[in-house]
Nanobody, 128 residues
Framework: QVHLVESGGGLVQAGGSLRLSCAAS????????MGWFRQAPGKAREFVAA????????LSADSVKGRFTISRDNAQNTVFLQMNSLKPEDTAVYYC?????????????????????WGQGTQVTVSS
C-alpha cells in the first residue's frame, strides 16, 4: 500500500510558476512509475505527465509540453511537477498517482486505469 500526499498548490498569476511535490510512504516507491493528473471543475480527469520508476523516461501531455517538467527523487520518495508559464486553463486540482504493481515497470502509464494509488489532490489556481 502506497500513501501519497501532494503539496505545493496555490494561487498564482498567469505566467508564474509553481512546484508541486508528492511524498510517498509505505510500499516501495522506487518500483512505481508515477504520474500527475488534473481535474478542472466540470471536466474529466486528464493526464498531465508521468515518469518511469528510475526517472529515465518521461511523458507529458501536449497541453503542458515545454512548460511542465516531472521529476523524482527515489531517495526522498518524492515526485515533483515543476510548472512554468502557467495559464488560467491550468487551473485544476492536481493529483499524483503510483502505477499498478502488475504493470511490471514496463513503459510509461498515461491512463487512469494504469494507476492504483492516488493522493488527495492539491488545488492550483491561475488568475488572469
Amino acid at each position: 500500500q502506497v500513501h501519497l500526499v501532494e503539496s505545493g498548490g496555490g494561487l498564482v498569476q498567469a505566467g508564474g510558476s509553481l512546484r508541486l511535490s508528492c511524498a510517498a510512504s509505505g510500499g516501495t516507491f522506487s518500483r512505481h512509475a508515477m504520474g500527475w493528473f488534473r481535474q478542472a471543475p466540470g471536466k474529466a480527469r486528464e493526464f498531465v505527465a508521468a515518469i518511469t520508476w528510475n526517472g529515465g523516461n518521461t511523458l507529458s501531455a501536449d497541453s503542458v509540453k515545454g512548460r511542465f517538467t516531472i521529476s523524482r527523487d527515489n531517495a526522498q520518495n518524492t515526485v515533483f511537477l515543476q510548472m512554468n508559464s502557467l495559464k488560467p486553463e491550468d487551473t485544476a486540482v492536481y493529483y499524483c498517482a503510483a502505477d499498478k504493481n502488475s504493470r511490471g515497470g514496463i513503459g510509461i502509464p498515461k491512463y487512469s486505469y494504469e494507476y492504483e494509488y492516488w493522493g488527495q489532490g492539491t488545488q492550483v489556481t491561475v488568475s488572469s
